[in-house]
C-alpha cells in the first residue's frame, strides 16, 4: 500500500531534478533562455507545449538532466497539471524551478495511486517525491489523497469482499482510530427500527445481512452535522433484475458510503469542531423468494408509506430510513452521498455529480469549493412541479417515477421528503467511477464530490486562526 506521506515533503535544500513549467503563452520566452543543448533536444523530440506534454533535457553530464512540462497556465495550476510526470518519471526526488506546486500536489500523488489487492506479485513501485516550500500545505494533501484512496479502494473491491460486514469493518477501523462511538443496527432491530433497510437487504446471504452503521464523533456542544452513505454492496436489481451489462459495475453501488466514510474520516482526523454523525444504510440489494417485490407497500422509519414500483429503485430507500434517522438528531447540516441513478449520468456524464440542495447558501458554497478544487459539481434543480410523478394510488408516494423523464430529479425529490424543515441538505449523486483513465484518475473507483465536500465543511466550520486573520 502507498504511503503518500513518502510522495511530497518539505523542501529543505535536498538534491531533485528540476521540473520546468511552460504554456503555450510562455514557452518561446523561456525557450531563448535554454541552453544550445536543451534546445537541440526539444527540437529533436518536436516538442510543442501541449497539455501534459513532457521532455527531458539534457545537462553537463549524464546525471543533471531536468524535464520540462506544458501546463495550461503557469501562473495558476491545477491540481491535475503535474499527475502524469508522477506517473511516468524515474524514481527520485523532484522539484519547481519557480514557484510553488500548490494544488498540484494532490495531482502528484493520485497519480501514483494503484489497486494491487488481487495482484500479490505485483512489484512495489518505488516513490516520485515532489518538494515544496510550502510545508503547511503538505499533512492536508496528504490527508486528502489518502481519504481519495480509500473510496477508490472501496470502490474497486469486488462484492464478494466489499459487503455489509466488510463496510462495517472500515467503519469500525475509523472509529477506533479517531475515537469515534460505533453502533451497528441489524437483525430484528434493523427490522423494526429501520424497514426499508432490512426490506431491501433480507433476501441477501446471512454474511452480507443488512445493516445500519452509525459513528458519532465530537463534542455535544458543536454543531451537529450528519454524513449520510448510500451502501447498496451490490445492487442485481432486485426481482425486477437488471440485465447483464448493467450489473457488471454494480460492485460500486457501496460508492455513496465509501465518500460518507471517507469524509468523515478527514473531519475526525482535522479535528474540525463540529458533532459528527455518520450513517451508512448497508445492504445488497440480492434476489430470494424472500426479496421485496414490485407492489409491496413499505413503512418507512418516518412513517410514510411507500409503494414500490420498481426494486431496482432501492438505494433511495435505504437511504430514506437513514436520513430519518439523521434528522431525528436535529444537525443543522446533513450531506448525502449516493450512486443513485443513471439518469444523472444521461444528464451530466460520469464526471459531473449532480448537486441538489435546498439552501441557496449551500448550494453556492459547495459549487465554489468544487471549483477551487478541481472537483466539480453541478446543481440541479428540486423542482416540485415535478413531485406529482411520485404519487401513487394506495401509498403516501412511489420508489420510482411515473414518466421516465427527470429521473434524477424525482429521486432528490423522494429524498427530501425525509428531510425535516429548516435543515440545510445537499444531495449528490455520485457515480463514484471512472469509465477511462485521465492523468491523475485512473480507471475505476473514483471519489466524485469528497474533496468538494471537505472543502465546504472546513471553511464552513474551521474557524482556527480566523480570528488572528480578522
Keep these: 500500500m502507498t504511503d503518500y506521506s513518502d510522495l511530497i515533503q518539505p523542501d529543505k535544500g535536498q538534491a531533485a531534478r528540476t521540473i520546468h513549467l511552460v504554456d503555450k503563452q510562455s514557452y518561446d520566452g523561456w525557450l531563448k533562455g535554454r541552453s544550445a543543448r536543451e534546445r537541440a533536444a526539444l527540437a529533436a523530440a518536436a516538442y510543442k507545449p501541449d497539455g501534459y506534454a513532457h521532455a527531458i533535457l539534457p545537462g553537463d553530464d549524464p546525471e543533471s538532466w531536468s524535464v520540462v512540462t506544458a501546463v495550461a497556465k503557469v501562473d495558476s495550476l491545477s ?36 489497486f494491487d489487492r488481487y495482484r500479490p506479485k505485483a512489484e512495489p513501485r518505488a516513490p516520485r517525491v515532489l518538494l515544496t516550500s510550502d510545508v503547511g500545505t503538505v499533512a492536508p494533501m496528504v490527508a486528502e489523497m489518502r481519504a481519495v484512496a480509500l473510496v477508490r479502494d472501496m470502490v474497486n473491491t469486488p462484492a464478494a469482499d466489499m459487503g455489509p460486514a ?78 447483464a451489462s448493467g450489473m457488471r459495475l454494480m460492485k460500486k453501488d457501496m460508492g455513496g458510503a465509501a465518500h460518507a466514510l471517507a469524509l468523515a474520516e478527514l473531519v475526525m482526523a482535522a479535528g474540525l469542531p463540529v458533532r459528527l454523525h455518520c450513517l451508512v444504510a448497508a445492504a445488497e440489494n440480492a434476489i430470494s423468494s424472500d426479496a421485496f417485490r414490485p407492489g409491496d407497500v413499505l413503512t418507512s422509519r418516518l412513517g410514510l408509506t411507500v409503494e414500490i414500483g420498481n426494486t431496482d429503485a432501492e438505494g433511495r430507500l435505504v437511504l430514506a430510513d437513514a436520513l430519518t434517522k439523521a434528522g431525528e438528531n436535529n444537525p443543522e447540516l446533513i450531506v448525502d452521498f449516493a450512486t443513485l441513478t443513471g439518469a444523472a449520468r444521461v444528464a451530466l456524464g460520469p464526471d459531473l455529480p449532480p448537486l441538489y440542495a435546498n439552501d441557496d447558501a449551500l448550494a453556492d458554497a459547495m459549487l465554489a469549493a468544487g471549483t477551487d478544487r478541481d472537483d466539480p459539481l453541478w446543481r440541479m434543480p428540486l423542482w416540485d412541479g415535478y413531485a406529482d410523478l411520485l404519487e401513487t394510488d394506495i401509498a403516501d408516494l412511489g420508489n420510482a417515477g411515473s414518466s421516465p423523464f427527470a429521473g434524477s430529479i424525482t429521486a432528490a425529490l423522494f429524498l427530501k421528503r425525509f428531510i425535516p424543515d429548516g ?48
Design 166 to 243: 466488510a463496510i462495517e469493518k472500515e467503519a469500525e477501523r475509523i472509529a477506533k482510530a479517531h475515537g469515534g462511538k460505533l453502533t451497528v443496527t441489524k437483525g430484528e432491530a434493523l427490522e423494526q427500527g429501520y424497514p426499508m433497510i432490512h426490506a431491501v437487504g433480507r433476501a441477501a446471504a446471512k454474511h452480507h445481512a443488512p445493516r445500519l452503521i452509525e459513528i458519532v464523533w465530537g463534542k455535544d456542544a458543536h454543531p451537529r452535522v450528519a454524513l449520510v452513505g448510500k451502501g447498496i454492496s451490490f445492487d442485481s436489481g432486485g426481482l425486477d433484475i437488471k440485465p
Design 423 to 470: 435543515v440545510a441538505w445537499a444531495h449528490l449523486d455520485t457515480f463514484a467511477w471512472r469509465p477511462a483513465a485521465r492523468p491523475g484518475r485512473p480507471k475505476g473507483g473514483a471519489a466524485l464530490g469528497l474533496r468538494a465536500s471537505w472543502a465546504m465543511l472546513r471553511a464552513r466550520y474551521d474557524r482556527r486562526g480566523k480570528a488572528e486573520q480578522s
Design 79 to 114: 491540481a491535475w497539471c503535474l499527475a502524469k510526470l508522477a506517473a511516468v518519471l524515474p524514481e527520485g526526488r523532484y522539484r519547481l524551478a519557480e514557484g510553488q506546486p500548490g494544488k498540484a500536489l494532490f495531482g502528484w500523488m493520485s497519480g501514483q495511486y494503484r
